[in-house]
Protein backbone atom coordinates (compact mmCIF):
# COMPACT_ATOMS: atom_id res chain seq x y z
CA UNK A 1 0.00 0.00 0.00
CA UNK A 2 1.26 3.06 -0.98
CA UNK A 3 -0.62 6.19 -0.05
CA UNK A 4 1.04 9.46 1.26
CA UNK A 5 -0.13 13.48 1.26
CA UNK A 6 0.92 13.99 -1.82
CA UNK A 7 -1.44 11.54 -3.27
CA UNK A 8 -3.70 12.79 -6.12
CA UNK A 9 -7.50 12.46 -4.96
CA UNK A 10 -10.76 13.43 -6.43
CA UNK A 11 -13.06 15.61 -3.84
CA UNK A 12 -16.41 17.24 -5.27
CA UNK A 13 -15.45 17.98 -9.00
CA UNK A 14 -11.81 19.26 -7.36
CA UNK A 15 -8.39 16.90 -8.17
CA UNK A 16 -6.59 18.26 -4.74
CA UNK A 17 -3.86 16.50 -2.50
CA UNK A 18 -3.93 14.52 0.54
CA UNK A 19 -2.78 16.76 2.59
CA UNK A 20 -5.37 19.13 1.80
CA UNK A 21 -7.97 20.13 3.88
CA UNK A 22 -11.12 17.71 2.85
CA UNK A 23 -13.89 18.04 5.12
CA UNK A 24 -15.76 19.21 8.53
CA UNK A 25 -14.61 16.81 11.35
CA UNK A 26 -17.51 17.60 12.82
CA UNK A 27 -20.23 16.39 9.95
CA UNK A 28 -22.88 14.08 10.77
CA UNK A 29 -21.13 10.98 9.47
CA UNK A 30 -18.22 10.92 11.29
CA UNK A 31 -20.02 10.36 14.77
CA UNK A 32 -22.84 8.78 13.46
CA UNK A 33 -20.95 6.26 10.53
CA UNK A 34 -23.70 7.02 7.81
CA UNK A 35 -21.56 7.60 4.85
CA UNK A 36 -21.44 4.79 2.09
CA UNK A 37 -18.18 3.51 0.23
CA UNK A 38 -17.14 1.14 -2.12
CA UNK A 39 -13.80 -0.50 -3.50
CA UNK A 40 -12.96 -1.36 -7.05
CA UNK A 41 -9.41 -3.31 -8.00
CA UNK A 42 -7.50 -1.89 -10.78
CA UNK A 43 -4.85 -4.32 -13.07
CA UNK A 44 -2.27 -3.38 -15.01
CA UNK A 45 -3.28 -5.82 -18.36
CA UNK A 46 -1.49 -5.90 -21.79
CA UNK A 47 -4.29 -3.68 -23.11
CA UNK A 48 -3.54 -0.96 -20.40
CA UNK A 49 -5.13 -0.49 -17.23
CA UNK A 50 -8.20 -1.53 -16.42
CA UNK A 51 -10.71 -1.29 -13.17
CA UNK A 52 -12.91 -4.80 -12.55
CA UNK A 53 -16.40 -4.48 -12.87
CA UNK A 54 -17.17 -1.01 -12.78
CA UNK A 55 -20.40 -1.14 -13.91
CA UNK A 56 -21.26 -3.12 -10.45
CA UNK A 57 -19.35 -1.32 -7.98
CA UNK A 58 -20.42 2.15 -8.75
CA UNK A 59 -24.53 0.93 -9.12
CA UNK A 60 -23.63 -0.77 -5.99
CA UNK A 61 -22.27 2.75 -4.56
CA UNK A 62 -25.24 4.49 -5.78
CA UNK A 63 -28.00 1.87 -4.61
CA UNK A 64 -26.69 1.91 -1.22
CA UNK A 65 -26.21 6.27 -1.37
CA UNK A 66 -30.30 6.36 -1.81
CA UNK A 67 -31.05 3.45 0.54
CA UNK A 68 -29.11 6.20 3.06
CA UNK A 69 -31.53 8.70 1.52
CA UNK A 70 -28.01 10.60 0.11
CA UNK A 71 -28.64 11.97 -3.52
CA UNK A 72 -25.44 11.38 -5.49
CA UNK A 73 -25.23 13.12 -8.54
CA UNK A 74 -22.75 11.48 -10.32
CA UNK A 75 -23.73 8.88 -13.14
CA UNK A 76 -21.79 5.26 -12.92
CA UNK A 77 -20.70 6.55 -16.58
CA UNK A 78 -19.13 9.61 -14.80
CA UNK A 79 -17.79 7.70 -11.38
CA UNK A 80 -16.03 5.46 -13.88
CA UNK A 81 -14.39 8.07 -15.74
CA UNK A 82 -13.39 10.07 -12.85
CA UNK A 83 -11.89 6.68 -11.46
CA UNK A 84 -9.55 6.34 -14.36
CA UNK A 85 -8.41 9.52 -13.98
CA UNK A 86 -7.39 9.58 -10.63
CA UNK A 87 -5.09 6.38 -11.61
CA UNK A 88 -3.72 8.33 -14.50
CA UNK A 89 -2.72 11.26 -12.21
CA UNK A 90 -1.25 9.30 -9.79
CA UNK A 91 0.43 6.74 -12.02
CA UNK A 92 -0.83 3.64 -10.95
CA UNK A 93 -1.76 0.36 -12.48
CA UNK A 94 -2.16 -2.34 -10.42
CA UNK A 95 -4.13 -0.54 -7.30
CA UNK A 96 -7.19 -0.12 -4.69
CA UNK A 97 -9.66 2.48 -5.17
CA UNK A 98 -12.28 3.44 -2.91
CA UNK A 99 -15.11 6.03 -3.43
CA UNK A 100 -16.73 7.09 -0.43
CA UNK A 101 -19.82 9.28 0.22
CA UNK A 102 -20.65 11.30 2.98
CA UNK A 103 -22.14 14.27 4.94
CA UNK A 104 -19.84 17.38 5.81
CA UNK A 105 -22.77 19.01 7.41
CA UNK A 106 -23.40 18.52 11.41
CA UNK A 107 -26.69 19.31 10.84
CA UNK A 108 -29.19 16.00 10.32
CA UNK A 109 -30.80 18.00 7.66
CA UNK A 110 -28.91 18.21 4.51
CA UNK A 111 -28.32 19.89 1.12
CA UNK A 112 -26.51 18.45 -1.84
CA UNK A 113 -23.56 21.07 -0.60
CA UNK A 114 -23.21 18.90 2.59
CA UNK A 115 -23.06 15.81 0.31
CA UNK A 116 -19.30 14.98 -0.79
CA UNK A 117 -17.86 12.27 -2.53
CA UNK A 118 -14.02 11.30 -2.37
CA UNK A 119 -12.52 8.77 -4.62
CA UNK A 120 -9.01 7.68 -3.72
CA UNK A 121 -6.83 4.98 -5.31
CA UNK A 122 -3.28 3.47 -4.23
CA UNK A 123 -1.21 1.17 -5.28
CA UNK A 124 -1.90 -2.97 -4.25
CA UNK A 125 0.05 -5.36 -5.73
CA UNK A 126 -1.75 -8.75 -6.99
CA UNK A 127 -2.15 -11.97 -4.48
CA UNK A 128 0.15 -13.99 -5.89
CA UNK A 129 -1.79 -16.91 -5.10
CA UNK A 130 0.10 -19.03 -2.47
CA UNK A 131 0.14 -17.35 0.70
CA UNK A 132 -2.69 -18.84 2.87
CA UNK A 133 -4.37 -17.76 5.73
CA UNK A 134 -4.71 -19.23 9.58
CA UNK A 135 -7.89 -18.29 10.72
CA UNK A 136 -9.17 -18.47 13.78
CA UNK A 137 -13.54 -18.33 14.69
CA UNK A 138 -14.94 -14.93 16.40
CA UNK A 139 -18.41 -14.45 17.17
CA UNK A 140 -18.21 -10.81 17.12
CA UNK A 141 -20.68 -10.77 14.71
CA UNK A 142 -23.26 -10.68 17.28
CA UNK A 143 -27.12 -11.35 17.32
CA UNK A 144 -27.91 -10.27 13.71
CA UNK A 145 -26.42 -8.53 10.97
CA UNK A 146 -26.96 -4.69 10.78
CA UNK A 147 -29.92 -3.25 8.13
CA UNK A 148 -29.36 -2.58 5.03
CA UNK A 149 -27.69 -6.01 4.81
CA UNK A 150 -26.52 -5.23 1.12
CA UNK A 151 -25.17 -2.13 1.33
CA UNK A 152 -21.90 -0.87 2.19
CA UNK A 153 -22.78 1.20 5.02
CA UNK A 154 -19.73 2.37 7.08
CA UNK A 155 -20.86 1.52 10.62
CA UNK A 156 -21.77 -2.19 9.16
CA UNK A 157 -17.96 -2.60 9.59
CA UNK A 158 -17.31 -2.10 13.71
CA UNK A 159 -18.09 -5.82 14.61
CA UNK A 160 -15.53 -6.91 11.35
CA UNK A 161 -12.98 -4.44 12.43
CA UNK A 162 -13.14 -6.49 16.00
CA UNK A 163 -13.12 -9.50 14.63
CA UNK A 164 -10.03 -8.88 12.71
CA UNK A 165 -8.22 -6.98 15.70
CA UNK A 166 -9.22 -10.36 18.02
CA UNK A 167 -8.03 -12.36 15.45
CA UNK A 168 -4.19 -11.06 15.16
CA UNK A 169 -3.58 -9.98 18.61
CA UNK A 170 -4.01 -14.24 19.03
CA UNK A 171 -1.36 -14.88 16.55
CA UNK A 172 -3.75 -15.49 13.61
CA UNK A 173 -4.23 -13.65 10.37
CA UNK A 174 -7.81 -13.11 9.92
CA UNK A 175 -11.51 -14.44 11.26
CA UNK A 176 -13.96 -16.22 10.46
CA UNK A 177 -17.37 -14.80 11.80
CA UNK A 178 -20.12 -16.83 13.25
CA UNK A 179 -23.80 -15.64 14.28
CA UNK A 180 -25.47 -16.10 17.75
CA UNK A 181 -26.40 -19.22 17.05
CA UNK A 182 -23.10 -20.60 16.18
CA UNK A 183 -23.96 -20.41 11.90
CA UNK A 184 -20.93 -19.07 9.81
CA UNK A 185 -21.43 -15.71 8.20
CA UNK A 186 -18.39 -14.41 6.57
CA UNK A 187 -14.90 -13.07 7.25
CA UNK A 188 -14.68 -9.63 7.84
CA UNK A 189 -15.01 -7.61 4.53
CA UNK A 190 -14.93 -11.39 3.15
CA UNK A 191 -17.63 -14.21 2.02
CA UNK A 192 -16.40 -17.43 2.37
CA UNK A 193 -16.23 -20.57 0.81
CA UNK A 194 -15.16 -24.49 1.64
CA UNK A 195 -14.75 -27.39 -0.12
CA UNK A 196 -15.34 -30.98 0.14
CA UNK A 197 -14.93 -33.48 -2.87
CA UNK A 198 -14.92 -31.13 -5.48
CA UNK A 199 -18.29 -29.64 -4.48
CA UNK A 200 -17.92 -26.08 -3.07
CA UNK A 201 -19.75 -24.88 -0.04
CA UNK A 202 -21.20 -21.32 0.72
CA UNK A 203 -23.67 -19.53 3.42
CA UNK A 204 -27.07 -18.09 1.76
CA UNK A 205 -27.14 -14.89 0.47
CA UNK A 206 -29.36 -14.08 3.53
CA UNK A 207 -26.93 -14.93 5.91
CA UNK A 208 -24.18 -12.76 4.21
CA UNK A 209 -23.18 -9.75 2.03
CA UNK A 210 -23.77 -10.64 -1.00
CA UNK A 211 -20.33 -9.61 -2.22
CA UNK A 212 -19.17 -8.79 -6.37
CA UNK A 213 -16.50 -11.35 -6.02
CA UNK A 214 -18.77 -13.63 -4.63
CA UNK A 215 -20.88 -13.56 -7.21
CA UNK A 216 -18.42 -13.83 -9.89
CA UNK A 217 -16.45 -16.92 -7.85
CA UNK A 218 -20.43 -18.36 -7.88
CA UNK A 219 -20.43 -18.14 -12.06
CA UNK A 220 -16.95 -19.32 -12.78
CA UNK A 221 -17.45 -22.74 -10.69
CA UNK A 222 -20.69 -22.99 -12.66
CA UNK A 223 -19.08 -22.42 -15.25
CA UNK A 224 -16.41 -24.47 -15.29
CA UNK A 225 -18.74 -27.42 -13.93
CA UNK A 226 -18.15 -27.54 -10.05
CA UNK A 227 -21.49 -28.25 -7.80
CA UNK A 228 -21.79 -25.16 -5.90
CA UNK A 229 -24.46 -25.12 -2.29
CA UNK A 230 -25.89 -22.42 -0.02
CA UNK A 231 -27.02 -23.72 3.18
CA UNK A 232 -26.63 -23.12 6.49
CA UNK A 233 -23.01 -24.54 8.59
CA UNK A 234 -21.50 -24.64 11.69
CA UNK A 235 -17.73 -23.93 12.42
CA UNK A 236 -17.42 -27.45 14.03
CA UNK A 237 -18.79 -28.67 10.08
CA UNK A 238 -15.15 -27.41 8.56
CA UNK A 239 -13.04 -30.13 10.21
CA UNK A 240 -14.33 -32.26 7.67
CA UNK A 241 -13.67 -30.04 4.87
CA UNK A 242 -10.88 -30.49 2.53
CA UNK A 243 -9.57 -26.74 1.81
CA UNK A 244 -11.57 -23.56 2.62
CA UNK A 245 -10.96 -19.81 1.42
CA UNK A 246 -11.73 -16.23 1.10
CA UNK A 247 -13.06 -13.78 -1.42
CA UNK A 248 -13.46 -10.02 -1.34
CA UNK A 249 -12.30 -6.93 -3.96
CA UNK A 250 -9.32 -6.51 -2.01
CA UNK A 251 -8.69 -10.71 -1.18
CA UNK A 252 -9.57 -11.70 -4.50
CA UNK A 253 -9.60 -15.23 -3.93
CA UNK A 254 -6.87 -16.46 -1.08
CA UNK A 255 -6.93 -20.15 0.29
CA UNK A 256 -7.16 -20.88 4.07
CA UNK A 257 -4.68 -22.99 5.48
CA UNK A 258 -6.43 -23.46 9.04
CA UNK A 259 -9.29 -22.66 10.74
CA UNK A 260 -9.09 -22.54 15.12
CA UNK A 261 -5.71 -24.45 14.67
CA UNK A 262 -6.94 -27.12 12.51
CA UNK A 263 -4.69 -27.58 8.82
CA UNK A 264 -7.07 -29.06 5.99
CA UNK A 265 -5.87 -31.54 4.56
CA UNK A 266 -5.85 -30.61 0.78
CA UNK A 267 -2.98 -28.91 -1.13
CA UNK A 268 -3.99 -25.64 -2.28
CA UNK A 269 -3.15 -25.96 -5.30
CA UNK A 270 -5.38 -28.92 -6.29
CA UNK A 271 -8.45 -27.34 -5.08
CA UNK A 272 -11.47 -26.37 -6.86
CA UNK A 273 -10.52 -23.03 -4.88
CA UNK A 274 -7.10 -22.46 -6.64
CA UNK A 275 -8.91 -23.29 -9.96
CA UNK A 276 -11.34 -20.43 -9.45
CA UNK A 277 -8.03 -18.04 -8.19
CA UNK A 278 -6.31 -18.86 -11.35
CA UNK A 279 -9.54 -18.15 -13.56
CA UNK A 280 -10.52 -15.39 -11.42
CA UNK A 281 -6.62 -13.71 -12.11
CA UNK A 282 -6.52 -14.78 -16.00
CA UNK A 283 -9.94 -13.12 -16.75
CA UNK A 284 -9.26 -9.95 -14.75
CA UNK A 285 -5.72 -9.48 -16.48
CA UNK A 286 -7.42 -9.97 -19.74
CA UNK A 287 -10.17 -7.94 -18.93
CA UNK A 288 -12.75 -11.00 -19.47
CA UNK A 289 -12.54 -11.24 -23.07
CA UNK A 290 -10.20 -13.93 -23.56
CA UNK A 291 -11.29 -17.58 -23.32
CA UNK A 292 -9.94 -18.94 -19.92
CA UNK A 293 -7.19 -21.93 -20.06
CA UNK A 294 -6.64 -24.01 -17.06
CA UNK A 295 -2.44 -24.18 -16.88
Same mark, same amino acid.
Given at each position: ?26 ? +? ?8 ? !?GL????? $?? =? ?21 ? !? ?20 ? +? ?26 ? %?? $????? &? ?5 KV ?5 ? =? ?6 ? !??KL ?8 ? %? ?7 ? *? !?? %? ?10 ? =????? *? ?11 ? &? ?29 ? $????? %? ?34 ? *? ?18
Open positions: MNFNRNTTIFLNGKWLKASDNIGNLLG +HSLPSANGVF !DRAYGT $ET =GTQIFKTVEHFTRLQRAASKMHI !DLEYTCDELTEIAYQLLEKNNL +HDAYIRALVYLNSNESTRTSKDIYLLIT %AW $EWERH &SGSDLLMISGNQ =GASRPSPV !DTCGNYVSSVF %ATMEAKSKG *F !DE %ALMVDSEGYVTE =GPGAN *FFYEKDEVLYTPP &SDMVFPGITRATVMGYAREMGFKLVEKRFKA $EELIE %ADMAFFTSTTAEITGIRSIGGHDFPMDWEDTVGYSL *FLMYRQRVVNNEFRDFTLV
